[in-house]
């Protein structure tokens, strides 16, 4: 009977993560051919991702560029939709902007008195703006999650690390399961 339940967890191992993934892919597929009332697999996916494409062409053009503006203005001018649109933002625009913040991964000695470390990432150099020069902010994502918490942490405490933060990323997700 141990034999037969260890071979239906290794089972449960093998086909849970492919099954969850394939279950989530068509999912995400089926909600955009729903979304534009396309009954045809896939079309939805495909026309999000062309219609993105052209957004990205139109808005590189020079003369589009002050309609984002006073569009971004306009945005930043609204109560609510300041707070929303602006955290959207920075949130998009920290993982695949120009300006990417988690692309410095560290290791950080929590405690003076034993050796606790945590990995995160470099998200501002200086804290100067809130009177604490000696201070940087640093990321640490949770695992299994999509949230994390900002620490600001003594520099003397940080160690840059020469691995690519994609790797860090999903090694802290993983709750240290993946390899580093």
């Known amino acids: 009977m141990k034999k037969l339940l260890r071979y239906f967890l290794n089972g449960f191992l093998i086909v849970a993560p492919i099954s969850l993934t394939i279950y989530i892919i068509l999912s995400v597929v089926n909600w955009l051919d729903d979304l534009f009332?396309?009954?045809?697999?896939?079309?939805?996916?495909l026309l999000i991702v062309a219609l993105v494409t052209l957004v990205g062409f139109i808005g590189s053009?020079?003369?589009v560029k002050p309609f984002f503006v006073l569009t971004e203005r306009i945005m930043s001018r609204l109560p609510l939709v300041n707070m929303i649109y602006s955290s959207l933002k920075d949130l998009f625009d920290a993982f695949v902007g120009e300006n990417q913040k988690f692309n410095q991964p560290v290791l950080v000695k929590m405690t003076q008195y034993n050796d606790t470390y945590k990995l995160g990432f470099v998200?501002?150099?200086s804290m100067e703006a809130v009177h604490l020069p000696d201070k940087v902010a640093v990321y640490f994502p949770h695992s299994y999650n999509f949230s994390g918490e900002l620490f600001l942490v003594?520099?003397?405490?940080v160690t840059y690390l020469e691995i690519p933060s994609s790797e860090v990323m999903k090694?802290?997700?993983?709750?240290?399961?993946?390899k580093l």
Request: net charge neutral; aromatic share 18%.
């Open 171 to 178: 090694f802290v997700v993983s709750g240290g399961v993946s």
């Open 61 to 63: 053009s020079f003369f």
């Open 154 to 157: 003594a520099r003397e405490n």
């Open 123 to 125: 998200t501002q150099l």
């Open 37 to 45: 009332w396309l009954n045809y697999p896939g079309l939805g996916l």
